[in-house]
C-alpha cells in the first residue's frame, strides 16, 4: 500500500496571465500607455518684433512694421497674474480663504544678443525715445539717439509688439503676442577675447500685460545683422584718456534705466483682460547712466589723478564692423559723451597683472546745446524707430 507523501514546500503554480492587449506597438513590445510624447526644443522658438513703434499702447505692430531676429538666451517672455483673496475679510467665521480676485497683469521680456549694428540701432532709438536718421536707402544709413526732452517729447517710453512662437497652429507649443512692451534698461559691455560674446547688448523689456494667443501672426524671414566685434574697436576713450595707445583696456559696461513707473500704469480706466487689471502708460521715472570698465594699471595712475582732482573728459566708444555696400561706410556704433568725470576707482587683477576699475559718470553739457549724450548705429535697414 502507497505511503501518503508529506505535503510539498513548493506552492502550486499560477496559471500564466491572459495576454495583455496593446494598442499600440509592434507586437506589444515596449508600447507605452497614452499619446506618443513630442517635446518642444527651445531652440524651435521663433521671435518676432516691431521695429517701428506702435500708434499707441493697445494698437499691435503690424506684420509689416515685425522683423526676426536671433537671440542667445532662452528665456522666453513671461506673462505674470497676480491675485488677492478674502482670507483677512472679516464676516466668514475663519481665516481661510473663500474667494479669489484676479488683480494685476505685466509682461516682461529678456533679449540677450550678440551686438550688431541693426540691435544697436533699435535699442538705443527704442530706449532713449528720441533719434533721426541720416542717408538713404540702399546704403548707409546713420541713426542717431538722443534722450528726449520732457517737455518737448512728454515721459512715455515707445511700444512694440513681441511676438513667440513655438510650432504656431492647431496644436502649438507656444505661440502669443505681448502688446506695449517698451525697453525699461539696457546694458552694453565689451570684454576681452575672440569670439562675438566679446560684445553683446542685454535688454529687459516691460509690459503693459496685454497678450494675445494665439498670436494670429505669420512671422517674417530671419533679418540679417551685421555683427559688430570688440576687437575692431576704432575709438576707445573714457574720460580723455585714449586707451587704444598701449593696448591696455581690458572690459567696459555701458547701462541705461528707464525705470519705467510700474504701479502708477494702472489706474481708473487703464483697462483690464480678463479680469487683471493692464497698464494704460509706460512713463519713464529717473533715468540713468552707468558706466564703469577695466584697464591695466600703468605708472603715474592718471585715473587715479582725475579722479582726485576731478578732471572732466570726453568719452567716446567706436566699433566698425563691415563694409556697407562699395564702401567706404561700415557698420558701426558710436558712442558719444562729451562731459564725463571718474567717480570711483580701485584696484584688482587680471591674468594676474595689476588692474584698475573705474566709475565715470556721465554728466550733462552746460551750453544748453550739446547733448548729454548721442548713441549712433550705422547700418542699412532703413525705417528703424519709423525714421
Known sequence: MAQPQPPSSTPPQMPPPPPRKVANGKNGKNAKAGTTSCPAN?????????FQPQPDLVTANTVPELWSLTKVNNVLGTIELTSEDDAQD????DEFPENNYPQSASTTVPIEKYLSSEFAAWTFLF???KGTKT???PGALT???VVSDPAVDCINVPAF?????IRPGVDAVVDHEFIGMCVNDFTLTLDSGPGRNNAKLMVNCLGTGNAQAPSGVTLPATTKEHMLNATSAAVLTVNGIDYLLGGNFISLELRYSNNIRTDSGYYPGSGSQNGFAIRGRMEYNTREFSLTYVARAQKGSVELQNLLNQVEGNTEIKITGGM??????THAIDLVFPRTLQSAYTTGDADGLVTVQCTTKIMKPTDGVTPMVQLTAITEQDQIFGL
Open 135 to 137: 542717408g538713404t536707402a
Open 143 to 145: 541713426y542717431t539717439a
Open 90 to 93: 472679516i464676516g466668514k467665521g
Open 42 to 50: 527651445v531652440r524651435e522658438t521663433k521671435i518676432g518684433f516691431g
Open 161 to 165: 509688439t513681441w511676438v513667440e512662437q
Open 127 to 129: 530706449a532713449l525715445g
Open 324 to 329: 556697407i555696400g562699395a564702401g567706404p561706410a
